[in-house]
């Protein structure tokens, strides 16, 4: 067999001439003889189809887990890793990287290859700094330090060795450093030096590249005209390289470097030209976007390009262009959605639907003025890194309303790791309910600055954005609660005492929520109506005490089949599925952060998994409903795009789904439920049903509560013992008095339903 250093010595040295055609034929000659590992051969193969253009980073990673199986030797397995880790690095999964490179690293050190180490340690540094840039590192500082050290120990490694490139390369990298910690000269200074050395060994991409980092450094020191030159030389060069080979072309880079040009020139009042940078970078980030063929590599890298959106979406708001802006803001929010949807319909049954989503262009705002009816405001909501604001959509006007700068950074607060505020709004370490003050301090941040729009309004559509969609908009109310000292009970809605949420009395708006502006005015009203109230129950869970009884009372109400208990089985679901315009699931329902494809409702031969609903599932339902725990939670992620259960339901053909944010009490939600369909079935659409439904439960009182336990067949001992379990109030800003006489009012019972989509018409 040919040895495995000289195929790959042969291919870097092709790799770095750019002669990607050459490189292609080498691997197929090997290939052809036969005489050559075809684990190594694999290797080769991937880091091939991450240096073409565009390059294919689903291709090589599927490539590289398949070789880990097949018992690699160290050396290769070492650089299965290295090479895994910087596909995740470049896909925007900077855990994942990090994990990769820990394994590759030990390998390399257990064979003692130095040089390999170093580069490890460079890709781990890397890795830290794509985390701390894109807002994902746990501990901003602890990621500066810990790139820091890695590029630090990696620059030792290089000069002992004594290789110049590899030296340099680790500059370049510390001058990355100095950047994000605010010396700018000193970074200067860096990528001075290293395109230097560039120009004198004929490093013609990494001096283009180089030139872009100068460029970035002018920028910040406000350096203008030498920041369009580094720019314009920067681009010059890559297209000199493409031109010489078109292989070597990268719309990726190219994209990166318009959108900071673009902000040069518009710094300069260059109006035109920065638009038509910005212009071009927008189509290079879109245009090679389609052959990343998984859903979660497509959101992962088009993540890390969404600043380019985010920029122009600033500038268009800045110079009072909102109708530019949110077209800007669909065509982010949007794509990947929409590409997904139009796949799930390409085996419609009907020619009338697939010729519907032939086309999944994000709605123009024009567009989205037309149709929009005339008694709708929409509310699209954008959280950029540097700057956040509102839109305000009717049929006749186009509103862009500022918002704090710093709200990315107060909502990644709240809604990190060690913030996850909606586990708050339930019973805390002691039991008890407290009084939810992260509503309020929402309220002030995101709908006090557009209050005075929202009266006379039908229906309020709610398009959040980032951690917005995680925000029980509803619920927000603007003032705290008075002291129980009067005596006054604290309840919710129109109970004396509780300030009145958005959702408000008898005669507030619907409220729906949405993806996208484009997915609520297109696809969900592009979907054939559902005739006919024929529903589809599906429950099991036989720790919940009051499940059997929400079902029993759905069932009732709905007609059609009930699959419970054993029944309740994943294939029998997704058989009689199909046939119903109402599908209602009382189960379990789990949302996984690490795999959130993995979410799912708990059947009785195991959990229906987001993945298989997208596989499988072809729905003809107006609603689904799921009232298990989380069924509501989604990853969001950079590119704004959920991933989960709810939108899993959405592709396989349901313009609605009703879900909940977190845990929920299941008294509380067979009570809900019950109210929700019967105003559903009286001609309500869901969003009005379920706001009667969640007033309902705000003015419930315990009397009340203790009649519907007895009238469902409860024992009088069995009914105290219920409500005595129910989470009590504590401290001076919610009653905990036996007496209390609304038990259910805590916006923990009802606060964690939402319709997501809807039909307008």
Known sequence: MIAPADLLTRLFVLLAERKLGECAALLDAAHASGDFDARWLAHCQAILYVEQAPPRWDLAQATLRGILPADPPDDLRARVHLELGFAADYLGDYTEAIEQDRLSLALFEALGDRVYQGKVLRNTGVAHLRA??????????????????????????????????????AELHLGIVAGFRGRWEEALARYAAR?????????????????????????????????????????????????????????????????????????????????????????????????????????????????????????????????????????????????????????????????SFSRVDPLTAAAIQARLPADTLLIEYCVAAEHACVFLVTRDTV??????????????????????????LGPGADGRLHFPTMLPRLHHLLIQPIADRLAGWRRLCIAPHGALHYVPFHALFASEPPSPAGGAPLAAGTVPGWPKPILGGDDGPEIIYAPSATVLLDYCQAKPASHGRSGLVISYGPDLPHLEQEAAAVAARLGGAWLAGHAAQRNAAMREAG??????????????????????????????????????????????????????????????????????????????????????????????????????????????????????????????????????????????????????????????????????????????????GARLA
């Open 399 to 424: 509103e862009a309303v500022p918002l704090i700068n710093d709200l990315a950074v107060r909502l990644e607060r709240a809604f990190g790791p060690e913030g996850r505020w909606l586990n708050r």
């Open 132 to 169: 701390f840039e894109r807002k994902q590192a746990s501990d901003d500082v602890v990621a500066l330090a810990a790139a820091q050290d890695c590029f630090e120990r990696s620059l030792a490694i290089f000069q002992a060795l004594g290789d110049e490139q590899l030296v340099a390369n």
């Open 195 to 355: 395109a230097e050395k560039c120009r004198r060994f004929g490093w013609q991409r990494s001096l283009a590249l180089t030139l872009n980092n100068m460029g970035e450094a002018c920028h910040h020191l406000g350096r203008w005209q030498p920041a369009i030159g580094c720019y314009t030389e920067s681009l010059a060069i890559l297209n000199a390289v493409a031109g010489a080979d078109t292989r070597a072309a990268d719309p990726y880079e190219e994209a990166d470097i318009q959108a900071n040009l673009a902000l040069a020139l518009w710094a300069e009042g260059e109006e035109s030209q920065g638009r038509a940078a910005s212009d071009r970078a927008l189509r290079l980030v879109e245009e090679v976007r389609d052959p990343l063929t998984t859903e979660m590599t497509r959101i992962g890298f088009f993540g890390t390009r969404i600043r380019i959106y985010e920029q122009r979406i600033g500038h268009e708001v800045a110079v009072g262009d909102a109708e530019a802006a949110l077209t800007i803001l669909e065509r982010a929010k949007s794509r990947a959605f929409l590409e997904l949807l139009a796949g799930r319909m390409s085996d419609a049954a009907g020619p009338s639907e697939r010729a």
């Open 579 to 756: 046939q119903h315009a109402l599908i209602h699931f009382a189960c379990h329902g789990r949302f996984d952060p690490a795999d959130p494809l993995a979410s799912g409702l708990d059947l009785a031969d195991g959990r229906l998994i987001a993945a298989d609903i997208l596989r499988g599932w072809r729905l003809n339902a107006a609603l689904v409903t799921l009232s298990g725990c989380e069924t509501g939670q989604s990853r969001v992620h950079r590119g704004d795009e959920l991933i989960g259960l709810t939108r899993a339901f959405i592709a396989a053909g349901t313009p609605s789904v009703l879900v909940s944010l977190w845990p929920v009490a299941d008294i509380s939600t067979r009570l809900l439920m019950e109210r929700f369909y019967d105003r559903l079935l009286a001609a309500a659409t869901p969003a009005a049903a379920l706001a009667d439904a969640q007033r309902y439960l705000m003015r419930l009182s315990t009397s009340e509560l203790r009649a519907d336990l007895l009238a469902g067949g409860w024992a009088a001992d069995a009914i105290e013992a219920e409500i005595a379990r129910l989470p009590a109030g504590a401290g001076t800003s919610w009653p905990a008095e036996p007496d209390y006489k609304h038990p259910l009012a805590h916006p923990y019972y009802w606060a964690p339903f939402m319709v997501i």
